[in-house]
């Protein structure tokens, strides 16, 4: 079952600007993650935001958290025509184990 | 490290043949997961693994579906017979035990039943 929903399915944008992608969830969780997959191979981890952060940082890259809302955000910064790919969160439960639930993704399309 | 090493890349068969799909996961790491990937359905968590032991299997589809881990380099997922349903892309994705680690997919095998 799908745990992260994202929003907005569909993004395109222009080169050079930012891109915002949305994730909601449903349950209490111990970390989300972000994945990127490009058309036709697997998916590559790009960042893990724990539950007890809010923010954080990595390159071009920016998660936000919030707990109380249970959403995050991913900001991709000066998009490349190379982040063009499909967008996944991935939230990890409170369990003992260590298994990812995903989301359905989004298409960002940044258009040179 | 050559990261997750999936193989075949494609398979093709007919409806009610066996398939195995196989799976070598980066040394060290103790977890190891089975997905399906479908356009409908999105990715699902079929199988994984702990320490070669499989821990939580409700993501497997029906018994036409087995999965095993002989030891720590080596998975395979078994689907027979095989139905035409069945066809999506498998990934097999590994990482270091404990709950706060990304995980690492191999390319997948995309597999179609006719």
């Known amino acids: 079952s799908q745990q992260g929903e994202e929003d907005p399915q569909a993004l395109s944008i222009q080169e050079g600007e930012n891109a915002t992608m949305n994730c909601s969830y449903k349950?209490?969780?111990?970390?989300l993650q972000w994945y990127r997959q490009n058309s036709g191979r697997g998916l590559v981890h790009l960042i893990l935001?724990?539950?007890?952060?809010r923010e954080k940082h990595s390159g071009r890259l920016r998660v936000t958290l919030d707990t109380s809302k249970k959403s995050s955000s991913l900001l991709i910064t000066a998009s490349r025509a190379a982040d063009t790919a499909s967008y996944f969160c991935?939230?990890?439960?409170?369990?003992?184990?260590?298994?990812?639930?995903f989301g359905k993704g989004i298409t960002l399309s940044v258009r040179p | 490290d050559a990261g997750v090493i999936q193989s075949p890349r494609h398979e093709v068969t007919e409806m009610g043949q066996e398939v195995t799909l196989r799976c070598k996961p980066i040394?060290?790491?103790?977890?190891l997961f089975w997905y399906r990937q479908t356009m409908m359905r999105g990715l699902e968590l079929l199988i994984y693994?702990?320490?070669?032991?499989?821990?939580?299997d409700s993501g497997m589809p029906e018994d036409r579906f087995s999965a095993k881990m002989p030891n720590a380099s080596f998975s395979t997922l078994k689907i027979q017979p095989s139905e035409p349903r069945d066809s999506a892309v498998y990934f097999c994705?590994?990482?270091?035990?404990?709950?706060?680690?990304?995980?690492?997919f191999g390319s997948g095998t995309r597999l179609t039943v006719v």
């Open positions: 693994f702990n320490n070669n032991v499989p821990i939580d």
């Open positions: 991935a939230t990890g439960d409170t369990g003992a184990n260590s298994k990812l639930t």
């Open positions: 935001i724990r539950s007890n952060e």
């Open positions: 040394s060290g790491h103790n977890s």
């Open positions: 994705a590994s990482s270091p035990l404990g709950r706060n680690y990304g995980y690492t």
């Open positions: 349950t209490s969780i111990n970390n």
